[in-house]
């Protein structure tokens, strides 16, 4: 367990020093949410409405940002060997890997979130629903995405290739994401429903993601 | 103990790099392994530390603990120092030992050992490539594992600190450790047999 | 001569000491002038008494330009005439600049509220100014990233002049976006005639904050210098404990 916890210290302190990208991915999700208006115009009622899919996809966007760098970081300065050497198996780390990327780029989205709400002129209902469901989302993009970092790493410079291949795994995610926070405001459907699969897409992701993202780690070592 | 290499066959891309390869070293025993650029001395080590996967062939660790594997009884030395520019040199250490062993590790020992304990606070950004490589062989001696693999240990140390990894190495033989070690030049071993890889071209 | 004698860092530190206890004294007195003047501003007979967040968000939207021209300053001397100070001096204005920066964008936010119903409306100026906010947040993001500060400085010179040359357009396109989409109404101030009763109190405020600003600034600056110092020294820890 105390070699669990010292991997999440390493990677949360790495993220947070001089070098690290903890709040790139929050500075990125600000530039996207801002330059939805110039695009869209200035009308704040068709903001409002558009507001929970706008967050969602800056949200989905800024969450890819760092990850390419997750596991390839380790790999090329071999640190990656000797993680596979510990006595944890590789799965529990990039479980953690996964946990301490998160707790550095996804939780800022969510903790972001609330402000831009008030940019694109959500009602405090919205904003709460859309910061509930990013709570609740995040973790599942960041998981599914330690496939994509993991396949990065296999493939050597697969780093535009990770977009390509994580984007298309997140729409059930972006789906329930989007649907969850617009049912809080407009119904018809009750908020519970999306939510609860939103929540079910989350716990799979959890394990789906650490024990794929292994596998890959293991067949890059060729 | 005694580390036992059976018919060991490796081939990477399209190419075998060796096959049929059978080595045993006790322990006490440092074996330098020796040859031409890509023959295959990288490759054996890794595959022993379970970084690569052999075609044919089995690795075993007799009297080791039955519980480990081989790979989670090695370390492993090699060309990257495996450090993180932005944390310190004990930081650096210490997540290595924590995650490398079990018991408390001796931080404090290593670094002295490897003369890095008074720049211990210092971000790793730093160093010199000399010092890194040191830094990188303090693990060795903070968490006790009894195979050592050790691909080019010498590259960017000097001549003093060269004489340091030596005394290094000898005590671990001494302790009851044992040693495989890819190398071109001398690692001042007295006793070390050698094993000569590539050796039809 | 003065600014020979300001490129050695070590006079420059001294100069700092003996300045800065004025400056601080001269900015306290300032505030204490302006404030007073603004307490004794009528309230707006439309806006009320909200209309004296106007004092705090004029001087801080004029400090967010102002810091970046005078980083547009240092990043020549930066890049032109290798001033040692310069990209200290630019390293040191970033986090106030965008510190004001963002003071602006509250303040007009919170002005905002009671004024269009919404905490924020896409206002031609105060999009403008988010803009601008968030160049400084990549500015700072791009100090952050590089640990050696001369070379981090270089980056950031550029990216400064490049931004210089960009806010204008920035600004003169987002102006015509706005009145493309007819968007929201523009608070405008009364125009050129501000009655003397509130402009004497807002250029007073002004004043102020510059002084809070250049004051802040050489702090910044002194500790920018002590920090590179102890970074100096520790790499030197590093080269000399190479030896043993």
Redesign the interface.
């Known amino acids: 367990m105390?070699?669990l916890s010292?991997?999440l210290?390493?990677d949360v302190?790495?993220a947070l020093?001089?070098?690290?990208g903890a709040?790139?991915g929050v500075?990125f999700f600000?530039?996207v949410v801002?330059l939805m208006?110039?695009a869209l115009?200035?009308?704040?009622a068709l903001?409002r409405r558009l507001g929970p899919a706008i967050l969602w996809i800056g949200a989905l966007l800024a969450s890819l940002l760092a990850l390419d760098r997750l596991f390839s970081a380790d790999h090329?300065?071999?640190?990656l060997?000797?993680?596979?050497?510990?006595?944890?198996p590789i799965e529990l780390a990039v479980a953690v890997k996964g946990l301490a990327h998160w707790l550095t780029t996804g939780l800022p989205l969510v903790v972001a979130a609330p402000i831009l709400g008030?940019?694109l002129?959500l009602e405090p209902k919205a904003i709460a629903a859309v910061v509930l469901t990013l709570l609740v989302g995040t973790p599942a993009l960041t998981f599914i995405g330690l496939v994509g970092a993991g396949l990065t790493v296999a493939l050597r410079r697969g780093g535009l290739l990770l977009p390509v291949l994580v984007l298309p795994l997140t729409v059930p995610v972006l789906i329930f994401g989007v649907a969850a926070s617009n049912a809080a405001v407009v119904g018809p459907v009750p908020f519970g429903t999306p939510f609860t699969i939103l929540c079910a897409l989350t716990l799979m992701s959890l394990v789906i993601g650490p024990f794929a993202a292994g596998a890959t780690l293991r067949h890059g070592?060729? | 103990m005694e580390l036992i290499g059976k018919e060991l066959a490796c081939t990477r891309g399209q190419r075998e790099v060796f096959s049929g390869l059978d080595f045993r070293v006790a322990a006490g025993e440092a074996l330098l392994l020796v040859g031409h650029n890509g023959a295959g001395k990288s490759t054996l080590l890794r595959l022993i530390a379970g970084l690569l996967r052999a075609s044919a062939g089995t690795v075993s660790l007799d009297g080791g603990d039955p519980e480990l594997s081989v790979p989670e009884q090695a370390h492993y030395l090699g060309h990257q120092d495996a450090l993180k520019p932005s944390l310190t040199v004990t930081e650096n250490l210490r997540f290595w030992a924590s995650w490398l062993g079990d018991e408390a590790p001796a931080l404090d020992a290593a670094l002295e050992a490897v003369a890095l304990a008074e720049i211990a606070d210092l971000p790793a950004a730093y160093l010199s490539a000399g010092q890194r490589r040191r830094l990188s062989i303090a693990r060795l001696v903070a968490i006790r594992r009894p195979v050592w693999l050790l691909d080019e240990p010498t590259s960017a140390l000097d001549v003093a600190s060269q004489g340091r990894l030596a005394e290094l190495m000898a005590a671990h033989l001494a302790s009851g450790g044992l040693i495989l070690a890819a190398t071109h030049g001398p690692l001042g071993l007295e006793s070390a047999r050698e094993l000569r890889l590539g050796g039809r071209t | 001569m003065a600014w020979i004698d300001l490129a050695n860092p070590t006079r420059f530190l001294r100069i700092v000491d003996r300045v800065l206890p004025w400056l601080t004294a001269a900015t306290v007195f300032a505030f204490a002038y302006a404030i007073n003047g603004v307490l004794g501003a009528p309230d707006d007979y439309q806006q009320g008494a909200t209309v004296k967040i106007m004092f705090i968000h004029v001087p801080s939207a004029w400090l967010g330009m102002f810091c970046w021209g005078m980083m547009s300053l240092s990043a020549l001397g930066t890049l032109v005439f290798r001033h040692p100070l310069a990209d200290v001096a630019a390293k040191a204005a970033a986090p106030l600049g965008a510190a004001f920066t963002f003071l602006c964008l509250v303040t007009g936010a919170l002005w905002g509220r009671p004024m269009w119903g919404t905490y924020w409306v896409w206002d031609a100026r105060l999009t403008s100014v988010l803009v601008m906010f968030i160049m400084y947040l990549g500015l700072l993001a791009l100090w952050r990233t590089v640990e050696d500060p001369a070379r981090a400085g270089r980056a950031a010179a550029i990216l400064t002049l490049v931004g210089a040359v960009n806010l204008p357009i920035i600004k003169f396109s987002v102006d015509w976006w706005n009145t493309l989409h007819q968007g929201a109404s523009v608070v405008r101030l009364g125009g050129p005639t501000i009655d003397p009763s509130i402009l004497i109190p807002l250029l007073a405020m002004t004043l102020a904050c510059t002084l809070l600003f250049v004051a802040l600034h050489l702090a910044a600056m002194r500790n920018e210098v002590l920090r590179r110092r102890v970074r100096t020294l520790r790499l030197l820890q590093a080269q000399t404990a190479r030896g043993v």
Request: glycine share 12%; net charge negative.
């Open positions: 105390s070699a010292a991997l210290v390493r302190r790495i020093r001089v070098g690290g709040m790139m500075l600000l530039t801002t208006p110039f115009g200035p009308d704040l903001l090329d300065d071999g640190s060997d000797l993680l596979l050497m510990g006595r944890v008030l940019f002129n070592l060729e």
